[in-house]
């Protein structure tokens, strides 16, 4: 799995649904974390299929407060595709996804790094020199 690009203000508010709009209005901006993982086969327990379960949840931004932001589900409009899957799903052997996933960032804060955090592992971390953006 890698970072390929993080981005600020992908998206204007108008592109959130009207509850959110009006609840995030002028405090977030909408960011995108373009990333890849690839399935190589190789990490599979015996007697299981050969696949690994992936979606967006892993992924959070860590702020410089040392806060973190998880992806927001919502599909918007104007964000950029192809979209990461929020939901889970099952990468064959040899497959790779790419995609952008959405992130609501507090105006003011920036992202420190890039996290993929799984239960029982030590989390795999970017910095923005690990990744080309903005």
Known sequence: MTVLSY????????????ALYDHLKGRYSWSALK???????????????????????????ELSDETVVSPFDDNLPGFPRPLYPTEEEDL??????????????????EVSRALY?????LPVVWTSTDAGGK
């Open 7 to 18: 981005e600020s203000d992908v998206a204007p508010d108008e592109d959130a649904p009207e």
């Open 35 to 61: 990333v890849k993982i690839c399935h190589d086969g190789g990490t599979v327990d015996e007697g299981e299929e050969d696949f690994a379960t992936i979606s967006a949840w892993p992924w959070l931004l």
């Open 92 to 109: 064959p052997a040899g497959a790779c996804r790419t995609g952008n996933i959405i992130f609501a960032v507090p105006h003011g804060k």
């Open 117 to 121: 955090v799984r239960e029982g592992r």
